[in-house]
């Protein structure tokens, strides 16, 4: 089984500054994604950046990139030069690219709160 | 092109009334998916569907049934609500799962409040 763990249930951070969201994951398959998602208070889930285990290099998506340390299982989210439209809930989730019947099915991390004060 | 769209947007029933909730895609995806999220907790899959006619169970099925008829459509129902299933439900779609960036699209989510 697969394990999401956010540790930080609130984030506040000036805007224009960087702020980093934390996400551990725990699995036993070899190959596997993450993402990360934004939830603002209107409610819709947003896709913001994927990372595969194989990638060697961080994703980067404009003002997002993914911190990955495999060898730790962290898969954090770095946001550069907040913005007030940064507020929101963010998630971390992950699957196994693998087969059988975990497959392609996301497990989510429980969620931190940014807040971006003006 | 609507992505993934869901209807109702909100619904109020009584404990033991029935009803189902509508997901629709125009992305021609063969996976969708059926999630619910309870304040303070992440997402969690109810069912979720590899291609039309298929459906299987995800980590929190009990009380819902789901059906893919059609590839476009994936429906969600609840036969008799109960208060626990008071929650906010969100539908997915990806293409599929053999790629290594298949990436899920949400709809705008349905919230359910069950008396």
């Known amino acids: 089984a697969q394990k999401i763990t956010q540790t930080q249930p609130g984030m506040f951070v000036q805007e224009k500054e960087a702020v980093t969201l934390d996400c551990t994951y725990d699995t036993s398959d070899q190959s596997y994604g993450l993402f990360w998602y934004k939830q603002p208070s209107s409610g819709e889930m947003i896709f913001l950046i994927y990372q595969g285990s194989y990638d060697e290099q961080n994703a980067t998506e404009g003002r997002y990139s993914l911190n990955f340390q495999k060898a730790r299982k962290s898969a954090n989210l770095v946001i550069s030069a907040s913005q007030l439209g940064d507020s929101a809930m963010y998630f971390c989730a992950m699957w196994p690219v693998t087969g059988g019947t975990s497959y392609g099915k996301l497990t989510f991390g429980q969620g931190t709160i940014l807040t971006v004060h003006p | 092109n609507a992505g993934v769209t869901q209807t109702p947007k909100f619904r109020v029933l009584k404990t033991g009334q029935s009803m189902t909730l509508l997901c629709a895609q125009d992305?021609?995806?063969?996976?969708m998916y059926w999630y619910r999220q309870d304040p303070g907790m992440g997402l969690r899959l109810i069912h979720y569907s590899v291609g039309e006619g298929t459906t299987a169970k995800g980590e929190v099925p009990d009380g819902y049934n789901v059906s893919r008829l059609k590839k476009q459509n994936f429906l969600l129902g609840l036969e008799s609500a109960a208060p626990s299933q008071t929650s906010v439900y969100f539908c997915?779609?990806?293409?599929?799962?053999?790629?290594?960036?298949?990436?899920?699209?949400f709809g705008p989510g349905t919230r359910l409040l069950v008396l």
């Open positions: 992305m021609n995806h063969e996976y």
């Open positions: 997915a779609s990806s293409y599929d799962s053999t790629g290594w960036d298949e990436t899920q699209y």
